[in-house]
Structures are given as C-alpha cells and as structure tokens.
C-alpha cells in the first residue's frame, strides 16, 4: 500500500463522492420544494446521505479489508516507523511514539466492531461538514437571495 498520498486521495474522492448532496438537495428544491428549502431540510438530506454512503463506504472498506488489505495495520505501522526514522527520531523515541499505534492497529485487526467504527469515524464528519455547507447555502443564502427577490 502507497500511505505516502493515501489520505489525500482519499479525502478528495469522499468530498468528490458526497458532492451528491448539493445536487441531491437542489433537485429537492428544485421539484418537491417549490424553489425554496429551509436550512433543517437541506441538512436533514446532506444527514441522510452521509449517512447511507458511509454504510457503504463502511462496507465496502470491510470487504477489500478482508480480500485484499488484512495486513493493513502492520504496513501502516511500518510506515510511521520509517517516517519517524526520516524525521531524525531515535529508536527509543519510535517506539515510546509507535507502541499505543501498535495496539491501536491490533485492536482494529482483531475487533470488527472498533474497525467499522474507525471507518465510519473517517467519512462521516466529511459528510457532516459538507452536509452543512450545503445546508447554509440552500437554506440561508439562497433562501435570502429568493426572499429579496421576491
């Protein structure tokens, strides 16, 4: 596994995938609102979303977790340690700093319930911040500029 760009890619394709939320709460405007929806609906939604696509994401990660990236949590670890070492840190300092990650990433190889909920923690707050952008979009600034207009 690549961890070197891993997380920003990552990240991208959650904010490029939840992106869904905007349109799905524009077409709600557009045809069940009347060219209007207040701040909850247009949160609600964006909630609804994020909820649905992390189960997904969740279920998703479990399947290639088990197919393909059960040794996922020894790599990852592996890569702290070589980015501690490139920092200059000495081998003590690595593994005061690596010896928490180590049962940390034990936990989640062991425990299914801990990984799908580190999982869930990875998407579900993308989800929540852009579900609340685009609530204050739809319903606050669009809201406004339609009432001014009108």
């Known amino acids: 596994m690549n961890f070197e760009d891993g997380h ?3 990240y991208l394709s959650m904010i490029i995938a ?4 905007f349109f799905a709460v524009w077409q709600y405007r557009r045809t069940e609102g009347g060219g ?10 964006g ?18 977790y088990n197919l393909y990236a ?5 790599q990852y670890v592996e890569f702290q340690r070589s980015q501690l070492e490139e920092q200059g840190k000495t081998a003590e300092e690595i593994e005061n700093i690596l010896a928490p990650q180590r049962e ?5 190889a062991d425990n299914v319930l801990f990984r799908l909920a580190m999982t869930f923690l ?16 739809f319903g ?6 339609s009432v001014a207009a009108s």
Do not use: Q
């Open 8 to 10: 920003l890619w990552g």
């Open 18 to 21: 939840l992106s869904s939320i």
């Open 36 to 45: 209007a929806v207040n701040f909850k609906k247009s949160f609600l939604i």
């Open 47 to 64: 909630l609804y979303i994020t909820l649905i696509a992390s189960g997904i994401y969740m279920v998703g990660w479990e399947i290639y």
């Open 70 to 74: 059960s040794d996922f949590p020894a």
């Open 104 to 108: 940390n990433m034990a936990l989640y």
């Open 122 to 137: 990875e998407i579900f707050p993308v989800g929540l911040l852009i579900s609340l952008v685009v609530a204050v979009i």
């Open 140 to 145: 606050v600034v669009l809201r406004r500029k």
